[in-house]
């Protein structure tokens, strides 16, 4: 009997033994894969962000590439023609006019 005691003493010790190391090996694989699981939700929500930060930049971009617009023509007689004229040369030296447009809105102004 005490033979039979020691035999089933061993056994239990060994399959608790057992059963603990798989419940680990479980539990590390369990730990390794929400571990891989966040490192991808992280990668995706990098490239989310990555995306969203071309798109801004491709906005600013186009936001700064669009022609300026052509100022409105003056009114005839409306003001003092030499604000006006320096007006237009301000707008030249900006670079918001270009020569020709210059020289254009001068000679309408010129013949106002």
Do not use: C, W, Y
Not at 28 to 40: F, K, N, V
Not at 51 to 72: F, I, L, S, Y
């Amino acid at each position: 009997m005490a033979r039979t005691a020691a035999i089933t003493g061993t056994a239990t010790a060994v399959h608790g033994s057992m059963t603990n190391r798989q419940a680990s090996k479980q539990q590390a694989a369990h730990e390794d894969q929400a571990a891989q699981q966040a490192a991808l939700d992280s990668q995706a929500q990098v490239a989310q962000m990555q995306a969203e930060m071309d798109v801004m930049k491709a906005q600013q971009a186009a936001a700064q590439a669009a022609p300026p617009t052509a100022p409105a023509a003056p009114a005839a007689g409306g003001g003092d023609m030499m604000s006006q004229l320096t007006q237009l040369a301000d707008l030249k030296a900006q670079g918001v006019l270009s020569d020709d447009e210059f020289t254009a809105a001068k000679a309408k102004l010129l013949s106002s």
